[in-house]
């Protein structure tokens, strides 16, 4: 054939069609979706680093921590580190950690572990080649394309975690998907971990604000599971995520985050935020360096805190526009920095987490493509632990609806992506080849037949209508078609089975806690 | 710091701006882009099939070309495949090629080779770790967001091959971007090599429909750059596709394009159409298999017609909606089958030629995610010649001013990701994370502003402002900027130098052959 129009052979004998982006079938309110699933990594990592580069990026961290040190705002960190055989400067809170204490300490951080959810069949294996994926998460504001952008609300907060329930592609809450601003910063904590385990089965995430919004968390997490105290002491069923204050700086609150969580081997995730160029150097070589130290040194914390404390190295590197300090996400020094990550959490031996971001301000093409250059970067990196996996826009400034369902469709491709392919005498079908033979088609034969609804990965989004039939049903464009898909998926929701004496546990908790003040009774 | 919110802090120390998608500086027509370069990718190829499956896959399509067989549409290359040693049933087109003789053909294929260009700072190495870009080829109908869609003209023709001369990151021409239908189909081809000659001087491509036209291509190429056949012969110039007519079928006019070409020392792409579940089997091995078997019998005629033409391997495996029978690209089916084909033509020793596909009809978030799948898939694949690289939509059917843009920022930015990350001393800036410090920022020390200008990658399409600043600037989705950016472009363009005499004996010979009737006259 002359022209590789796809559209004009394959048409032979195929009818036109009205659009399949929904349809009656397995998964949640009627969306024929992918079944729950935890993809795993058949492929060998990618290396942006050689062996000598990680080695040099290592030994730079190393001299970072030991020369120049970090400054950790909290006495609790200070004394833990001191005893430790950390040099804390008197009358300060800079402490200069040695290679050998960080290197024991780390030694202790598992390579793999179990998140458990609510609901058993969402636990979420943690490490090796596996990768979850998770919402959005700290977003101050929500937006979709019939209501515009406005400040984050409780509405839009719930609304995020039904989809979150419904899409079979969703394995985390990646934290509150929008800032529920009008609700109060005292008591919003409580609210909001309570709705995570109620409106969803699957694990739920805590904000290190302090101690006393961790152990509220971990009390709520501790009653939805009906577990007591030294049973969740075995049962990683909660994470958090501690952003360092880089350059070289650890707050107070976000210290207490740790120590509470580690103590009740709770997962906690350091993610240095070296956004290069502003908090850390101009060149990825230095992000990835000043990441790696802020990183082990979070680490080594929950170690001493708690040996074998399930942990998980954050990646965040990213660039800044150096004209303007606009951060951006998703761009050639993003990926190669997400795909570096991995080679340096696997060279501490710890899972890896890095994230889908982009810097576009609307559903458009940069929000796509700059996702999938994260998502790619993930991926190829072995990532285990993908956040801000569905609804991120404007770099983290907006959680969107319709991004929602995009990430939902990205994601389900690359799970399917990631599945081996089946080559077999069955499978590769000679036979068929030869029934068809030279200018036939397959249309009719058995081997097509047999194969007709599970041969290929149906999407939820993809319109894959010729030009007439899409423009004659109104040529809606990927971003018109998930404003329709997340509302039908929001009308369609139904609450995960919850027994009604834990419900009800937890709503005592919440009232109670309310009545004391929340956080600010601490 | 609590939150993953990129922006708060990065603006710290950063003013507003104004947009800087276009800007003064290198490049055609004051767009600022990356310079001329043909990317190395740096990366182990990816592999989706073990050994043993690629072992499974190539006896597969041994078994096909041996029991099965191919027809051939034209008695020279039944003679010539006959001459060889394969068994053509009498009285038939059908011919049954055994291994060893597949095998002697397929060795004295080179892995690496020129792609000579007008201009020789356009010359492309193809083989090994490079990859080359093209634009989309034979698109009946053309796009912009201003006129709507439209058949193919010359207008538009022109339009898209000056956007090919003005993007650095198009390496070549895939094909007429645009079918200019409004060219008489006779005469068309002379018009259209001689503009890709004149308007570019980029390596032109010429289509493989019937002797006539390959010999008119073949002699304005050897026009353009002032050769004589001898030297031609030592200089390939010009490339074709040979899309096999799947299943297991090779076309007449496409037999003389091998023939004349391979003859002359020009290059044959040979691209089976093998779209599973139509002209394939419903599984990829089965796909992948066919299309190794009709590669490697088009492969073996051009080494029969003459041994050591230059060469490559086309994989253009996709999969069908199974049910209307529409075609799909960029899928989780596409993108491992595009890994899995450079596994293939390595095998062989050649190189390896992919896509960037998508079946959206317009450009939204299903174009760019699509393309990434697809452009992902060839990179990750170790594809050496990415056709249908810029301006691809609607599965080939339209050619896109704006797709033509969105894919210019979208390889610009794979291109970087591809260049190796520098690890030095210098880069890594352990002084600067010293001078900085805990809690300091490095906008303005020097580390950074010895990188002002070259730290990052400079996009030609994304927008990093702020939500605000972007929304009192209108509020513009990245196609509209993409439309923009396309007129500017074309309205910026200046024609490549050309030797007035060679303009003329183009000029002449197109003339000539235009009175004397063009293809028909053959």
């Known amino acids: ?51 000598e580069q990680i080695e040099m990026i290592s ?101 995020f975690l039904r989809l979150a329930q419904s899409f079979n592609i969703v394995h985390y809450i990646g934290g509150y998907p929008v800032e529920p601003v009008d609700l109060h910063p005292a008591t919003r904590h409580l609210d909001c971990v309570r709705d995570m385990l109620c409106l969803t089965d699957k694990v739920p995430y805590a904000y290190s604000l302090g101690r006393r919004r961790i152990l509220d968390a971990l009390e709520l997490v501790r009653l939805g599971h009906g577990m007591t105290e030294a049973e969740m002491a075995t049962r990683p069923s909660l994470f958090t995520v501690v952003n360092t ?23 906690v995730v350091i993610t240095p935020f070296t956004l290069s160029g502003a908090m850390s150097p101009a060149t990825v070589a230095g992000a990835l360096a000043q990441q790696h130290a802020e990183a082990m040194a979070g680490l080594a914390l929950t170690q001493l805190v708690n040996p074998g404390a399930p942990v998980i190295y954050g990646g965040f590197t990213s660039n800044v526009d150096m004209k303007t300090g606009a951060p951006a996400f998703g761009t050639p020094e993003y990926t190669r920095a997400a795909i570096a990550g991995g080679q340096l959490a696997r060279h501490l031996g710890v899972p890896y987490r890095s994230s889908n971001a982009n810097a576009a301000n ?61 080559v077999t005498e069955e499978s590769i079908g000679l036979d068929a080849v030869r029934e068809v033979g030279p200018g036939g088609h397959f249309f009719g034969c058995a081997h097509t037949l047999a194969r007709y609804d599970s041969a ?40 995960p089975p919850l027994d009604p004496a834990i419900r009800e546990a937890l709503d005592d908790f919440v009232a109670r806690r309310t009545r004391e003040g929340g956080a600010e009774a601490a």
Chains 1, 2 share one sequence.
């Open 59 to 159: 030994e730079t961290a190393f001299r970072i921590l030991e020369e120049i040190g970090m400054d950790f705002l909290h006495p609790e960190a200070l004394d833990i580190l001191g005893k430790a055989g950390a040099v804390v400067t008197p009358g300060s809170q800079r402490v200069r950690l040695d290679r050998g204490l960080v290197k024991q300490a780390l030694a202790s951080a598992p390579a793999e572990f179990t998140l458990h959810a609510r609901n058993p069949d969402h636990d979420l294996p943690i490490g090796g080649r596996r990768i979850v994926f998770g919402t959005v998460g700290s977003a101050p504001n929500a937006s979709d394309t019939d209501n515009g952008r406005r400040p984050g609300n409780y509405q839009d907060y719930l609304n």
């Open 245 to 267: 204050s880089s350059p070289l700086r650890l707050d107070g609150p976000m210290i207490e985050g740790i120590i509470e969580m580690a103590k009740r081997n709770q997962v």
């Open 1 to 51: 054939m002359t022209r590789e129009t796809g559209r004009r052979r394959a048409r032979v004998g195929a009818g036109a069609r009205a659009g399949a982006e929904m349809g009656a079938g397995r998964g949640s309110g009627g969306l024929k979706q992918l079944p729950w699933r935890v993809p795993e990594n058949p492929f060998r990592p990618l290396e942006v680093l050689t062996p």
């Open 362 to 422: 609307c559903v458009d093409t940069q929000a796509a493509y700059e996702s999938q250059m994260s998502i790619w970067g993930a991926v190829m990196g072995h990532a285990n632990f993908l956040l801000h996996g569905l609804g991120w826009l404007e770099g983290g400034l907006c959680a969107s609806f319709e991004k929602f369902v995009l990430d939902a469709e990205m994601l389900q491709m690359m799970s399917e992506t990631l599945t081996p392919l089946e």
């Open 456 to 495: 290929f990965y149906n999407p939820i989004l993809s319109d894959w209508r010729n030009f007439e039939s899409w423009e004659e049903a109104g040529s809606e464009t990927a971003t018109q078609r998930a404003n329709r898909l997340f509302k039908k998926v929001l009308a369609d929701y139904t609450p």
